[in-house]
């Protein structure tokens, strides 16, 4: 279990007939399916993986490179904590009670709700409106809602109770956090609510929670039974939670806890392509695989390691849970923390050009853009999507690096955020000495470029734009 405090945040099937059953068997495979009704686990519009092939959740991360605190974090979450899978079918047989989260597929026609937002209504969607598609069924019958329980039961005290929701004709997500339906005033209330364009990468806003404390979406983090049992490997990273957690980092935009030692929201964890999975049943390496390829992001506070998957009665924890306790957090490795993954190739993109505009400053006040010097070995991340005229679709810049009053002889290196560090350098030094060199710099997903000093003393580094590609 969750819980979204700084210290912590953190289960069922009915009987239809089956002429019903087998009219929605019929339907399942279709993306755009307009008037089918609301279906608890339906099918999810394609192409899958959710959301655009270079989303944070489905980047390929297996060659990005390790956080020079990789082992500090692993060892903080602990090198022999086993790895659990959050997930499975009813409690027990019939029970409202489910393991794993539920999630409903409804039609563009689904009629929309208001819901009152009791806890983060400053960073929820949809506020004082008729927003979310909730299907009438969740109000009393059980599976639909985290937890199992009907919307009618309050247990939001207890349980995180997500209500997740597809609109599979617009490809649009809705979710929603500790969910309840008060009869007295016949609406829905909650804690927080998100809505997200699966046809698009937008981030919350910095700040933001989400139906996750992280402020991501929760759906394409889930294992699901259908990509886990069917032909093709799974294509995207899976949700995982942490006892305790210390800010955050891309793709995240909230924080939820200020632990020193912790894992920040966004983190990502890569299992080691060193670790043998053949022992282990074909499920579950197909899985393995994923975490080796894709990784795990942290979403939330919770148990340590404790990956989130769909409600489905066809789950086998008899199974899964061996499985997933053969692996433990020292076969991990966290990568590059705020990793974007491999820029676009600026190559085949337009360029334009810009009035010189001086973009960096290191001799001016403290901030983002200026002071103070560069350290020696250090590095600094400086976004410039938006200023001076870059977009937020440039890919790459055209820029003059100028270094002034250097303290010993060295180097900088430009290159784009969440990517590992070239060996070529951008411009070298002598002590004391002015030098400036023109540059073409590749950006990062969102706009960003990281400057490391290779120098054994401060420097002052300028940059001013000329043009950009995208």
Excluded at 52 to 68: E, H, L, Q, Y
Excluded at 118 to 143: C, K, N, R
Excluded at 360 to 382: N, S
Aim: hydrophobic share 40%; charged share 15%.
């Amino acid at each position: 279990m969750t819980d979204r405090s700084p210290e912590g945040r953190g289960m069922r099937r009915s009987v239809i007939g089956l002429g019903f059953l087998c009219a929605l068997l019929l339907f399942a495979g279709s993306t755009n399916a307009v008037g089918l009704g609301p279906i608890q686990g339906g099918a999810l519009p394609g192409p899958l993986p959710l959301f655009p092939a270079d989303n944070w959740w489905n980047v390929d991360i297996s060659a990005a490179p390790v956080d020079p605190n990789s082992t500090n974090f692993i060892n903080f979450v602990g090198v022999t904590r086993g790895l659990h899978p959050d997930f499975g079918g009813e409690v027990s047989p019939g029970s409202a009670q489910v393991y794993g989260m539920p999630y409903a597929v409804v039609d563009g026609t689904q009629p929309k709700v208001q819901v009152n937002f009791v806890l983060y209504p400053g960073e929820s969607d949809g506020v004082g409106v008729a927003f979310y598609p909730i299907p009438t069924q969740a109000i009393t019958q059980p599976h639909w809602i985290e937890g199992g329980d009907p919307g009618t039961v309050d247990v939001r005290a207890d349980e995180d109770r997500h209500l997740l929701i597809v609109d599979r004709d617009n490809k649009y997500l809705y979710e929603l956090y500790n969910v309840f339906y008060n009869t007295t005033t016949g609406q829905w209330e909650a804690g927080a609510g998100a809505f997200f364009d699966m046809n698009t990468n937008n981030r919350r806003p910095d700040g933001w929670t989400s139906a996750d404390a992280a402020g991501l979406a929760i759906l394409p983090g889930l294992v699901r039974y259908d990509e886990s049992s069917g032909p093709d490997e799974i294509g995207h990273a899976f949700r995982v939670t942490v006892r305790a957690t210390n800010g955050y980092v891309y793709p995240a935009s909230h924080s939820a806890g200020s632990n020193p030692q912790a894992l920040p929201m966004g983190a990502r964890l890569r299992l080691k392509a060193s670790k043998d999975i053949s022992s282990f049943p074909a499920q579950a390496q197909k899985m393995f695989r994923a975490m080796k390829k894709y990784g795990l992001i942290v979403a939330d506070n919770g148990s340590d390691m404790f990956i989130t998957g769909t409600y489905d009665n066809n789950w086998d924890n008899s199974i899964l849970n061996p499985a997933f306790s053969g692996l433990t957090a020292d076969d991990f490795d966290v990568i590059q923390l705020g990793y974007q993954g491999p820029p676009s190739p600026a190559t085949a993109a337009a360029f334009y050009t810009l009035t010189p505009c001086r973009v960096i400053d290191t001799r001016g006040a403290t901030g983002p853009f200026g002071g103070p010097a560069l350290a020696a070995g250090a590095e600094r991340v400086f976004t410039l999507a938006g200023r001076c005229g870059i977009p937020s679709s440039a890919r790459a810049v055209t820029v003059n690096v100028t270094v002034t009053g250097p303290a010993a002889a060295g180097f900088l290196t430009l290159h784009p955020g969440g990517t590992a560090l070239p060996l070529a350098s951008t411009i070298n030094f002598r002590p004391g000495q002015t030098r400036a060199n023109n540059a073409v710099v590749l950006l990062g997903i969102v706009g960003d470029a990281r400057v490391m000093c290779g120098a054994t003393g401060t420097t002052h580094f300028v940059l001013d734009v000329t043009g950009y590609f995208q």
